[in-house]
C-alpha cells in the first residue's frame, strides 16, 4: 500500500483519473490524492520527472525516498527487489570497485603488491570481489542490527529488509560521481574520501525514512554498516599488501589518533 510521504501514513492512492482525462479540453484529468492525516498532497513526486527527483536526493530530502521506496519501486513480491533496484546494485559495485582500484593505483606503486603485477582483468575481478563482500556483509549487518534496536513481527520482517538493503543501495547515488574522474583529472583519493562522507549521510537519511526512526539510531546503524565495509577492505586489501582501506571509519580513526598522539 502506498504511502504519504510527508507523514508516512497509508493512503488508499496516490491520485485520481477522472474518467473524460482522454479529453485534453477538460485538463489533464488527473487529481493528486490529499493524505487524511497531515491534509498534504500524499505524493507530490507523482507529477516530478527524473531530473526533480535527483536533485531532492542530493539535497537529502527525506520525501524522495519514501516515494521511491515505498510508492514507486516496490516490488512484486515481498521476496524480492524492483528489477530497477537490481539494475542499480550492478552499477554500484562496478562504479565502487572502480573507485577502489583508482585510488590504490594512484596511491600504490606497482613493486608493493604482487597483484599491481598482474593483468588488468585479474586486477579488475580483485576489486569487485573486494566491493561484492564488502557491499553484501553491509547490508546483512545492518538488517541483523535493525532486528535487533528496531523488532517487527515476521510478517513484515523481510519486506522490510528488502526495504532497508534497497534504501542503501539508493543513497549510495553518490558513488556514480566518480564518472567525473575518469573526464577531468581530480585527486583520486580526496574524491573517495568526499564520496564516502556523502554516501554515509544519505545512508542515515535513507535508513530514517524507512525504518521511521530517529536520526541517531539511523546514524548507528549507518555508522555500523560503514565499520564492517571498512573491515571487509582492510582485511582484504591487507591481504593483498596494497595498504589499508579509506572511508569515512578510517577518517575518524586518523584523527582520533592525531588526537592522541598530539
Request: proline share 4%; charged share 15%; with cysteine.
Amino acid at each position: 500500500m502506498p504511502i504519504c510521504i510527508e507523514c508516512s501514513y497509508p493512503v488508499s492512492n496516490l491520485f485520481t483519473v477522472y474518467s473524460k482525462a482522454d479529453d485534453h479540453s477538460l485538463g489533464d484529468g488527473v487529481s493528486l490524492t490529499k493524505c487524511p492525516c497531515c491534509k498534504r498532497v500524499a505524493d507530490k513526486y507523482v507529477e516530478h520527472d527524473f531530473v526533480m527527483l535527483f536533485i531532492d536526493l542530493i539535497l537529502m530530502k527525506p520525501q524522495v525516498y519514501r516515494h521511491l521506496l515505498f510508492n514507486r519501486l516496490t516490488p512484486a513480491s515481498l521476496s524480492g527487489f524492483h528489477p530497477s533496484i537490481n539494475k542499480l546494485a550492478i552499477l554500484l559495485l562496478l562504479f565502487d570497485a572502480y573507485l577502489i582500484w583508482a585510488r590504490i593505483e594512484k596511491t600504490w606503486t606497482s613493486s608493493m603488491s604482487p597483484l599491481m603485477n598482474r593483468s588488468i582483468i585479474e586486477q579488475y575481478i580483485f576489486f569487485l570481489t573486494l566491493s561484492t563482500v564488502s557491499t553484501l556483509l553491509h547490508h546483512i549487518s545492518v538488517r541483523l542490527l535493525v532486528r535487533v534496536l528496531l523488532p517487527s513481527d515476521a510478517t513484515t520482517s523481510e519486506d522490510r529488509g528488502n526495504r532497508i538493503s534497497a534504501a542503501l543501495l539508493i543513497s549510495s547515488f553518490a558513488k556514480f560521481f566518480t564518472i567525473v574522474t575518469m573526464i577531468w583529472d581530480y585527486d583520486v583519493p580526496i574524491a573517495a574520501m568526499w564520496l564516502g562522507w556523502a554516501v554515509l549521510l544519505n545512508n542515515v537519511v535513507a535508513l530514517t525514512s524507512v525504518l521511521g526512526c530517529g536520526a541517531l539510531r539511523a546514524s548507528i546503524l549507518a555508522s555500523a554498516g560503514a565499520f564492517i565495509r571498512w573491515c571487509v577492505g582492510e582485511i582484504m586489501l591487507g591481504a593483498m599488501g596494497l595498504g589499508k582501506e579509506s572511508g569515512p571509519v578510517a577518517d575518524l580513526i586518523s584523527l582520533f589518533s592525531l588526537a592522541i598522539n598530539g
